[in-house]
């Protein structure tokens, strides 16, 4: 195979294969930022349920204070009635203090009803506080993971980088400008010919041409993409049955699909 056609062939994966990497390692912040904010849900519904059992025990300690506040107004009523002149000023005091009892126990009735919900209150909190340590603790792994796994593409980075600069130092130069044209705009610069087309548009070949490819000693472009184009044996596709081999010849039609005026270009090495 010629040379460069076989180091243009393995720069090409040496180039995808920083590609794939490059994106991942831009990709793995994002999925850190992704399982913090997961975290920061489960920290919130913490609070939720903190903020939840504080406003629990004020409501209880403010009934509380109302009760003895009512307990105060009994004992300042029973002790005025020992006082009073007349059955209505009495009756009156006696008003006041059944309402009083009826506070106290509106206020008792309450306490209870936030006594019952502080226990849901508190199991909630208590859930809510497992799922943060087990989801704290994945975060934990699953960042340590990210940033073994950063560390490692880096480092098949940086000896992807090297082969490629090796690659490209033994490739000649107007073969390696044009791979960098059309890997540019086409994100891929070399494709397979087979069945006597580019693999990559899928344009017939020109007989003469495809001829060519398949020796692999020549760098030839396909003529429609501009991909460099390379044979491989081993997908040869056989057409007839193999009874009696003739020199296979392409149909008049498909070589007219073949535009003249712009042939297949071959680019030779100037080594
Ligand atoms: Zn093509």
Same mark, same amino acid.
């Given at each position: 195979?010629?040379?460069?056609?076989?180091?243009?062939?393995?720069?090409?994966?040496?180039?995808?294969?920083?590609?794939?990497?490059?994106?991942?390692?831009?990709?793995?912040? =994002?999925?850190?930022?992704?399982? #913090?904010?997961? /975290?920061?849900?489960?920290? %919130?519904? @913490? $609070? &939720?349920? !903190? *903020?939840?059992?504080?406003?629990?025990?004020?409501?209880?300690?403010?009934?509380?204070?109302?009760?003895?506040?009512?307990?105060?107004?009994?004992?300042?009523?029973?002790?005025?009635?020992?006082?009073?002149?007349?059955?209505?000023?009495?009756?009156?005091?006696?008003?006041?203090?059944?309402?009083?009892?009826?506070?106290?126990?509106?206020?008792?009735?309450?306490?209870?009803?936030?006594?019952?919900?502080?226990?849901?209150?508190? =199991?909630?909190?208590?859930?809510? #506080?497992?799922? /943060?340590?087990?989801?704290? %603790?994945? @975060? $934990? &792994?699953? !960042? *340590?993971?990210?940033?073994?796994?950063?560390?490692?593409?880096?480092?098949?980075?940086?000896?992807?980088?090297?082969?490629?600069?090796?690659?490209?130092?033994?490739?000649?130069?107007?073969?390696?400008?044009?791979?960098?044209?059309?890997?540019?705009?086409?994100?891929?610069?070399?494709?397979?010919?087979?069945?006597?087309?580019?693999?990559?548009?899928?344009?017939?070949?020109?007989?003469?041409?495809?001829?060519?490819?398949?020796?692999?000693?020549?760098?030839?472009?396909?003529?429609?993409?501009?991909?460099?184009?390379?044979?491989?044996?081993?997908?040869?596709?056989?057409?007839?049955?193999?009874?009696?081999?003739?020199?296979?010849?392409?149909?008049?039609?498909?070589?007219?699909?073949?535009?003249?005026?712009?042939?297949?270009?071959?680019?030779?090495?100037?080594?």
């Amino acid at each position: 195979m010629n040379p460069d056609l076989e180091r243009l062939i393995e720069l090409e994966k040496v180039d995808r294969e920083i590609a794939r990497l490059s994106d991942e390692v831009a990709a793995l912040p =994002k999925r850190v930022a992704a399982i #913090e904010e997961k /975290l920061a849900e489960h920290k %919130a519904a @913490v $609070e &939720k349920a !903190k *903020a939840g059992i504080k406003g629990n025990e004020s409501s209880r300690r403010q009934l509380e204070a109302d009760i003895r506040g009512f307990q105060e107004k009994i004992v300042k009523y029973r002790s005025q009635s020992s006082s009073v002149k007349t059955n209505d000023e009495y009756r009156a005091l006696m008003h006041e203090v059944e309402f009083a009892e009826k506070q106290i126990s509106g206020c008792e009735d309450k306490i209870l009803e936030l006594m019952i919900s502080l226990e849901n209150e508190e =199991k909630a909190l208590k859930q809510a #506080e497992a799922e /943060l340590k087990a989801e704290a %603790a994945d @975060v $934990e &792994k699953e !960042k *340590a993971e990210t940033r073994v796994r950063t560390a490692e593409d880096e480092k098949l980075l940086a000896g992807l980088k090297e082969k490629r600069t090796t690659l490209r130092s033994g490739v000649n130069e107007s073969a390696l400008a044009h791979y960098d044209r059309v890997l540019r705009q086409r994100k891929s610069a070399i494709s397979e010919a087979r069945d006597q087309k580019c693999m990559a548009c899928f344009v017939m070949l020109r007989p003469q041409t495809w001829q060519e490819i398949r020796t692999n000693e020549h760098i030839v472009t396909c003529s429609s993409c501009g991909r460099i184009l390379y044979f491989d044996p081993a997908n040869e596709v056989v057409a007839e049955p193999p009874k009696k081999k003739t020199k296979a010849r392409p149909p008049e039609a498909e070589r007219e699909a073949e535009p003249e005026t712009s042939p297949e270009t071959e680019i030779t090495p100037a080594q």
